[in-house]
Structure formats: structure tokens, C-alpha cells
């Protein structure tokens, strides 16, 4: 007898399919979607994936091979697939969104934190680079330091980033509140400040002393 192979026999899924203008196959019960180069686009191309990979031929040819993702809708895409114009509004993007943290770096860390969470959770950049600017924006009519701690209240409270959160705290004196509130806290808290007591004794001692 031979002896068994070093790696367990992985059963394979075929399809075959058109390559749409979107350049990327829909694989698996997820629908996760892998990109084959755009050049390949109105050509029968066949997909074979199993638990580890996906591969897209275009006859024997293999066109490209990506890991297999098993995130639902998500997108796995090879920036080498893209043609130029979608290359250029990546490099758009990410442009803008590098201008954008580095603006809020500026202000603070908390508010750098609220700029990226707003980038990273939405799928519309518009939008993104909309509530980012408005965000900064806010600087110019609260001024940074009021800007900052507000941004640290929200992350504190909240764990999340959103416009009008950030706004409400600002628009309310929320923040303003807060740092008084902090200050009064440290203000007792001081080892020269004396209470009731202390005075008490002291007039206790010079009264004790007259008679």
C-alpha cells in the first residue's frame, strides 16, 4: 500500500459565470466577493473554491487566487485588479482621510479617535469626509480645548463616534459641567484646604486658652 498523502483531500465547489463590470465572483453560503482583473470583464470565467481558497480561471489560465473569506457581503479586493480609475479614487480616498486625522491630530487624541471611528464605520466615504469636517468644524466656534475634552466625554460614555452626539455635548455646556466639576473635585481634594473641623478645633483651643 501506498502511503496516505500528507494533506486531507479538500472537496472542491465549481461555478461557472459571466465576469461582471463589478470584476469580482460571489462565492459561498456567506456571498463574500473576490476580484479577478477588470481586464476579464463580459468573459465566462470558472470559480473553484474550497475552505481555504478561491481561484478564478479563464479556461486552463489561472487568472488569480485569493484566501478564502468568510466575512457575509464582505469584499476581498486585489488593488492590482482595479483599472485606473478605481485605483485613482482609492488613492482619492485615501488621501482624504490621511488630511482628515492628521487635521484632528491637531486638536487631540481624543478627537484624532472620533475622525478615524467615523471613517472606519461607515461604507459611503461622502459621507464620512462630511461628518469628519463638520466634526473639525465645531473647533472654530468652542475652540480646541473644549472641542477635545468633549470628544474624551463621548468616548468615555459612549465608545462610539456620531456627529450629533458630539454636538449635543457642546451645544448643552456637557463638557463645561464636566471640567467644573472636575476642578471642584480637585479643589477638595488639596491637602491645603482646610475644613469646618480644623477651624473648629483652632477656636476651640484659643477659648480653652482665655479662661
Same mark, same amino acid.
Given at each position: 500500500m501506498n502511503p496516505l498523502p500528507l494533506e486531507m483531500h479538500r472537496f472542491r465547489h465549481r461555478k461557472t459565470v459571466k465576469l461582471g463590470s463589478s470584476y469580482h465572483v460571489c462565492v459561498g453560503s456567506e456571498r463574500h466577493m473576490y476580484s479577478v482583473p477588470y481586464n476579464y470583464v463580459g468573459k465566462m470565467v470558472t470559480v473553484l473554491w474550497d475552505m481555504e481558497s478561491v481561484e478564478v480561471f479563464l479556461g486552463t489560465m489561472r487568472l488569480c487566487t485569493h484566501r478564502r473569506n468568510y466575512e457575509a457581503y464582505g469584499y476581498s479586493t486585489d488593488k492590482n485588479h482595479m483599472p485606473e480609475s478605481h485605483k485613482a479614487y482609492e488613492r482619492s480616498r485615501e488621501y482624504n482621510a490621511a488630511a482628515l486625522i492628521e487635521r484632528a491630530g491637531f486638536i487631540g487624541q481624543s478627537m484624532r479617535w472620533v475622525v478615524e471611528t467615523m471613517l472606519s464605520k461607515t461604507r459611503f466615504p461622502q459621507q464620512a469626509y462630511m461628518h469628519c469636517?463638520?466634526?473639525? /468644524?465645531?473647533?472654530?466656534?468652542? @475652540?480646541?480645548?473644549?472641542? &477635545?475634552?468633549?470628544?474624551? #466625554?463621548? %468616548? +468615555? &460614555?459612549?465608545?462610539?463616534?456620531?456627529? %450629533?452626539?458630539?454636538?449635543?455635548?457642546? %451645544?448643552?455646556?456637557?463638557?463645561?459641567? &464636566?471640567?467644573?466639576?472636575?476642578? #471642584? +473635585?480637585?479643589?477638595?481634594?488639596?491637602?491645603?484646604?482646610?475644613?469646618?473641623?480644623?477651624? /473648629?478645633?483652632?477656636?476651640?483651643?484659643? &477659648?480653652? @486658652?482665655?479662661?
Open positions: 469636517n463638520a466634526a473639525l /468644524a465645531l473647533a472654530k466656534e468652542y @475652540g480646541r480645548d473644549r472641542l &477635545e475634552h468633549a470628544c474624551l #466625554m463621548m %468616548k +468615555t &460614555e459612549t465608545s462610539t463616534a456620531s456627529l %450629533k452626539v458630539l454636538s449635543n455635548i457642546l %451645544k448643552n455646556n456637557r463638557d463645561l459641567a &464636566e471640567q467644573e466639576k472636575d476642578a #471642584m +473635585t480637585s479643589l477638595a481634594s488639596e491637602d491645603d484646604v482646610r475644613g469646618e473641623a480644623h477651624y /473648629a478645633r483652632i477656636v476651640g483651643r484659643k &477659648e480653652g @486658652g482665655n479662661e
